[in-house]
């Protein structure tokens, strides 16, 4: 890559990416204010890294947006915090992009902001790092798809560590259009990085057919990090239906009866944990893989 256009227009590229579509979905009720600005430093950081990370998080913002607004008559139903487009603020924005952040830094810094392709035998740590973001975002679109159409399902959902039935929102609850939604939700993020990486990266042919195992690895992610999900959900956060609001909620009172979980994580301390553990897990498998 010419050196010049990644001193000048590379940055300027991000900075203006970045901010179109953190305006775009601060209009659109996707992002709250708040949202809008983290949104647009983690976006802007991803496109200047590398175009295959700002794939894989455009991937996830855009399908997982889209999906949110989807069926939001019935989610209103059923969801004690609905917000109307599905408003993210920057405690969420974080949440769900945070350690890839981490990590795509440690990337540019490591590579001297030079792309290099997953190849554990020329350095493990690269190969490493690069799964953990693949995992991430697989975990995060996985489990958004995952939550965003299993509650449209007509299917009862059960709770993940019982298999008893629950309702409607109970955390921990899974149902089977959800658990193929997380899968398919993986699989987006896999073709993703696949094609931006053909793209935009020469691995050298002897590369290519290892680069596509990237989307049964992905697809796989998605589905174990929706369940590493639903299990935390399921036992260490608090479900409880309230009698009053006639509603699934999360924490505990006088007129809510506990359906299960303890009241130790909320939804975004799952979600960290769940993409984390996700994350460590895909780093690990891409060592061994590629």
Known sequence: MDPSFSQWIRPLVAVTVGSLIAFR?????????????????????????????????????????????????????????????GQRNWIQVLANSGIASVLIVALWVLTEGKDQCMNSKDSALITALIGGVIGHYCCCNGDTWSSELGVLSNDRPRLITTFKPVRKGTNGGVTKTGLLAAAAGGSVIGVSYVLLELLTIRCGSDRVLKQL?????????????????????????????CSIRQKVVGNPGTTVKRISGLSILDNNAVNFVSILLTTILTSIACLYIF
């Not at 949202?35 to 997982?64: E, K, Q």
């Not at 999906?67 to 209103?76: A, E």
């Not at 992905?218 to 639903?230: F, P, R, Y």
Request: net charge positive; aromatic share 14%.
């Open 25 to 85: 979905a601060h209009r659109k009720n996707s992002l709250s204010t708040s949202g809008a600005i983290a949104g647009f430093f983690v976006m802007s950081l991803h496109v200047f890294v590398g175009f295959r990370f700002a794939a894989m998080i455009f991937a996830f913002f855009f399908t997982s947006s889209a999906l949110t607004k989807k069926g939001q008559d019935t989610k209103r139903l059923i969801d004690p915090e609905f917000k109307q487009g």
């Open 213 to 241: 195992l990237v989307i049964p690895l992905t697809t796989v992610a998605g589905l174990c990090g929706s369940i590493i999900d639903s299990l935390l959900g399921a036992t260490l956060q608090f479900s409880g239906f």
